[in-house]
């Protein structure tokens, strides 16, 4: 049974899921997921898709053309171009199973920029909002057209890490990440045969990192170190998060239900305010980072500001207002925040008492380097 409880679910459906050998479209997983999909919306519960395959679905649909046009994967341009043409196909899928359903949807086709932007953030959570409280289902996807961050195999890899900043976005209860690969493990399982299955995931610490080196299926752009990346925005947005195979039958269905499926990876509190949870994309968008001595460390651990005398270095090139990694000595991310100076004002006043701030930069924008309402920590 569905959890009775409505929640808020994003369902990110990988690439190497819903396609046959990254070139053409699997029809009957698409239509197994909606109706899956179909059945949590009627029960009550908000549903936003975040899905891959416009590249395929474009390759797909060139195909057919007896090779009158001749595209392939060769270049970011032409993966562009395929992604262009396989959007609105890929779409198409989409409306078809959930229109037998009787269920609306629509596209948001979003940048990274889009959400870094704290403007554009706040845009994007009112329309996805409005959507979801209209009863329609969204279906999202990177703009790959503008946007070149997935298929470049950087910044949200196979989307993985752009479905948690939706569900970052959206206040979302509940993340899964559907593809072919079932769970985390502590080795690749389809090279090492005494790789264990990993159920729970209280803390993503370095074993987990170093579990999830290298992609497994070799078809998505993300791999298993993306996902975790995902799970890092996620759980310190206040977001549970899993890692479970699309095959599985009745998976969401289940996962929803409670049952123990694929890998859980436990927030570590309760949601952010929206201002803060914006901050936390600064996991994908942030321009710099700033390293900070133990004084510092526990001072911000007390609810203070950052200031210049406890900045030790700086790395990066950011301008005020940009979102910048806060760092301990060691060179461990602690935090994300807005930054109130350049960093080459930063490198200038690093160190210093606040009250020299006025003698060295141009203009002055207080004594702090980041504010404490400016300033999010992940542990």
Same mark, same amino acid.
Request: hydrophobic residues 40%.
């Given at each position: 049974?569905?959890?009775?409880?409505?929640?808020?679910? *994003?369902?990110?459906?990988?690439?190497?899921?819903?396609?046959?050998?990254?070139?053409?479209?699997?029809?009957?997983?698409?239509?197994?997921?909606?109706?899956?999909?179909?059945?949590?919306?009627?029960?009550?519960?908000?549903?936003?898709?975040?899905?891959?395959?416009?590249?395929?679905?474009?390759?797909?649909?060139?195909?057919?053309?007896?090779?009158?046009?001749?595209?392939?994967?060769?270049?970011? *341009?032409?993966?562009?171009?395929?992604?262009?043409?396989?959007?609105?196909?890929?779409?198409?899928?989409?409306?078809?199973?959930?229109?037998?359903?009787?269920?609306?949807?629509?596209? =948001?086709?979003?940048?990274?920029?889009?959400?870094?932007?704290?403007?554009?953030?706040?845009?994007?959570?009112?329309?996805?909002?409005?959507?979801?409280?209209?009863?329609?289902?969204?279906?999202?996807?990177?703009?790959?057209?503008?946007?070149?961050?997935?298929?470049?195999?950087?910044?949200?890899?196979?989307?993985?890490?752009?479905? =948690?900043?939706?569900?970052?976005?959206?206040?979302?209860?509940?993340?899964?990440?559907?593809?072919?690969?079932?769970?985390?493990?502590?080795?690749?399982?389809?090279?090492?045969?005494?790789?264990?299955?990993?159920?729970? *995931?209280?803390?993503?610490?370095?074993?987990?990192?170093?579990?999830?080196?290298?992609?497994?299926?070799?078809?998505?752009?993300?791999?298993?170190?993306? /996902?975790?990346?995902? =799970?890092?925005?996620?759980?310190?947005?206040?977001?549970?998060?899993?890692?479970?195979?699309?095959?599985?039958?009745?998976?969401?269905?289940?996962?929803?239900?409670?049952?123990?499926?694929?890998?859980?990876?436990?927030? /570590?509190?309760?949601?952010?305010?929206?201002?803060?949870?914006?901050?936390?994309?600064?996991?994908?968008?942030?321009?710099?980072?700033?390293?900070?001595?133990?004084?510092?460390? /526990?001072?911000?651990?007390?609810?203070?500001?950052?200031?210049?005398?406890?900045?030790?270095?700086?790395?990066?090139?950011?301008?005020?207002?940009?979102?910048?990694?806060?760092?301990?000595?060691?060179?461990?991310?602690?935090?994300?925040?807005?930054?109130?100076?350049?960093?080459?004002?930063?490198? /200038?006043?690093?160190?210093?008492?606040?009250?020299?701030?006025?003698?060295?930069?141009?203009?002055?924008?207080?004594?702090?380097?980041?504010?404490?309402?400016?300033? *999010?920590?992940?542990?």
């Amino acid at each position: 049974m569905v959890n009775e409880k409505k929640i808020r679910i *994003v369902v990110k459906i990988g690439s190497n899921l819903i396609t046959e050998n990254n070139n053409i479209l699997n029809y009957d997983v698409i239509n197994d997921l909606c109706d899956q999909i179909a059945s949590i919306h009627t029960a009550g519960h908000q549903v936003i898709i975040v899905t891959s395959g416009a590249v395929a679905a474009g390759l797909q649909y060139i195909s057919s053309f007896d090779n009158k046009i001749r595209i392939n994967h060769s270049s970011i *341009v032409q993966k562009q171009i395929l992604a262009s043409i396989g959007q609105p196909i890929l779409m198409s899928a989409y409306e078809r199973c959930f229109s037998k359903n009787n269920i609306a949807i629509s596209q =948001a086709l979003l940048s990274k920029d889009d959400i870094e932007n704290r403007l554009g953030y706040l845009n994007i959570r009112n329309t996805l909002n409005q959507l979801l409280n209209l009863g329609i289902i969204p279906i999202v996807n990177e703009n790959d057209v503008v946007s070149t961050h997935e298929l470049i195999d950087r910044a949200y890899g196979d989307n993985d890490r752009l479905s =948690a900043m939706v569900s970052n976005v959206i206040d979302s209860d509940l993340l899964i990440l559907l593809g072919n690969i079932d769970s985390l493990y502590t080795g690749d399982p389809n090279l090492d045969s005494n790789a264990v299955k990993i159920k729970l *995931v209280e803390d993503i610490n370095e074993k987990i990192i170093e579990y999830a080196q290298g992609p497994i299926d070799g078809i998505g752009s993300g791999g298993m170190i993306s /996902k975790i990346q995902a =799970a890092n925005i996620s759980v310190n947005s206040g977001t549970d998060m899993f890692i479970a195979s699309g095959t599985e039958p009745n998976v969401i269905e289940r996962i929803i239900s409670g049952e123990e499926i694929g890998t859980k990876f436990i927030s /570590k509190q309760s949601i952010h305010e929206s201002r803060k949870r914006w901050l936390m994309t600064g996991y994908s968008s942030s321009k710099g980072e700033i390293n900070l001595d133990l004084g510092a460390i /526990k001072a911000i651990n007390s609810k203070s500001s950052i200031l210049p005398a406890g900045v030790m270095s700086v790395s990066g090139k950011f301008n005020r207002g940009d979102i910048i990694g806060i760092k301990n000595s060691k060179s461990k991310i602690i935090g994300w925040g807005i930054s109130n100076y350049s960093s080459s004002e930063i490198s /200038k006043i690093k160190g210093m008492n606040s009250s020299k701030i006025k003698n060295i930069v141009e203009k002055n924008y207080g004594s702090e380097i980041v504010h404490r309402n400016n300033l *999010v920590l992940t542990n």
